[in-house]
């Protein structure tokens, strides 16, 4: 069973920056699609970037400018560079990788940005 191990997570003041890194246990990434999702106490998980497929790229709008996401095929590592974080941003963040059997998702990382 491949699992999804996220890290990167923590504390951070409004304005800060943090990086979320996705660590795949097996070569999974093949042109799969994979992102981040966020979910915030009361609300629904949200999409917040994902590359597909064709190697396109997809930020949610509240993002876009100040999220970057990445992957090291060769490492089998997903990434989230995340700047100018806001009180907003707090959340879980999960990572996602779609294969053509299986949907494999990570335990979940803590990020919380104090005002």
């Known amino acids: 069973q491949v699992q999804l191990v996220e890290s990167g997570g923590g504390l951070v003041q409004a304005g800060g920056s943090l990086r979320l890194s996705c660590a795949a246990s097996?070569?999974?990434?093949?042109?799969?699609?994979m992102g981040w999702y966020r979910q915030a106490p009361g609300k629904q998980r949200e999409l917040v970037a994902a590359?597909?497929?064709?190697?396109?790229?997809s930020y949610a709008d509240s993002v876009k400018g100040r999220f970057t996401i990445s992957s090291d095929n060769a490492k089998n590592t997903l990434y989230l560079q995340m700047n100018s974080l806001k009180p907003e941003d707090t959340a879980v963040y999960y990572c996602?990788?779609?294969?053509?059997?299986?949907?494999?998702w990570g335990q979940g990382t803590q990020v919380t940005v104090s005002s």
């Open positions: 996602n990788i779609k294969s053509e059997t299986n949907d494999y």
């Open positions: 097996a070569n999974i990434f093949n042109g799969n699609p």
């Open positions: 590359i597909f497929r064709i190697r396109s790229i």
